[in-house]
């Protein structure tokens, strides 16, 4: 079976590139279940019924979030009634909404997926590695093929987290900095593994912000609002194949488009 995961959307321009490129994708590499990590998905900051909607309506099956995700304040009541949207799983006992979920496919076949959030220069949430070890344990007595975004700023953070869950499931998919890395593998007991899968967005931009705003907030350290350009748009994703029985990863491949 095979997964398509699409790197942070932002705004507007990512949710276009979405719409306008996912059909062919799924197509052309038979694509079974979609993942995208939405939590920039309304205006460049936090997500909302309307643009979630616009992403399931475009062939996107599970919405990963992470720090941002509560940045709409309309935010909150939704992702508590949509099970499809995640928020980090290590937020506290008690929080609105879930960060995992177990989707049927045709044919009976389950696949779960995990939002963590990581915590260095992040939140300083309930431990990663040890909250996601409990739910994949727990997971793994219903299915073995898990996928995990993992939310997090610093690369060995990310690393030593696809590590420690190596075997234990499917993929670790790193999100959040926005910058595709060209660290794809397959670690040595058969979990596939990116540091960044990179974003959804306005090609010409920093990290889909307008460059303008962002440089001169490097120049002066004043608070001003970001504004998503538009623009030439991009699409960076990653498609990992794996066995049905097993749960590992057979293969691994990470994808740039524009649009």
Not at 221 to 238: C, D, F, Q, W
Request: hydrophobic fraction near 40%; charge should be neutral.
């Amino acid at each position: 079976m095979k997964v398509l995961f699409i790197g942070d959307v932002v705004g507007k321009p990512g949710r276009q590139a979405v719409k306008a490129l996912l059909p062919n994708l799924k197509n052309l590499y038979k694509i079974d279940l979609v993942i995208a990590n939405g939590e920039n998905a309304a205006a460049g900051f936090g997500i909302n019924e309307k643009t979630a909607n616009e992403l399931f309506a475009a062939g996107v099956n599970v919405i990963t979030t992470g720090n941002h995700v509560w940045d709409k304040k309309e935010a909150m009541p939704y992702i508590f009634k949509e099970c499809r949207i995640l928020r980090p799983l290590n937020y506290p006992t008690g929080t609105p909404g879930q960060g995992s979920i177990i989707c049927t496919l045709e044919g009976g076949l389950k696949v779960a997926v995990l939002c963590v959030s990581g915590r260095v220069f992040m939140n300083l949430l309930e431990c990663p590695f040890r909250t996601a070890r409990a739910a994949v344990e727990e997971i793994g007595r219903e299915t073995n093929l898990i996928f995990i975004d993992f939310h997090a700023e610093a690369t060995s953070e990310k690393s030593a987290f696809g590590y420690y869950l190596d075997g234990m499931v499917t993929a670790v998919v790193g999100t959040h900095t926005h910058v595709q890395t060209a660290d794809e593998k397959i670690l040595p007991n058969g979990t596939a593994y990116i540091t960044d899968v990179g974003m959804t967005g306005p090609e010409d931009s920093i990290i889909g912000i307008d460059k303008g705003q962002i440089l001169q907030r490097f120049l002066d350290h004043m608070p001003r609002k970001y504004e998503v350009p538009s623009g030439k748009t991009m699409l960076n994703a990653i498609v990992i194949e794996a066995n049905e029985k097993t749960g590992k990863a057979k293969a691994v491949q990470r994808i740039k488009l524009t649009n």
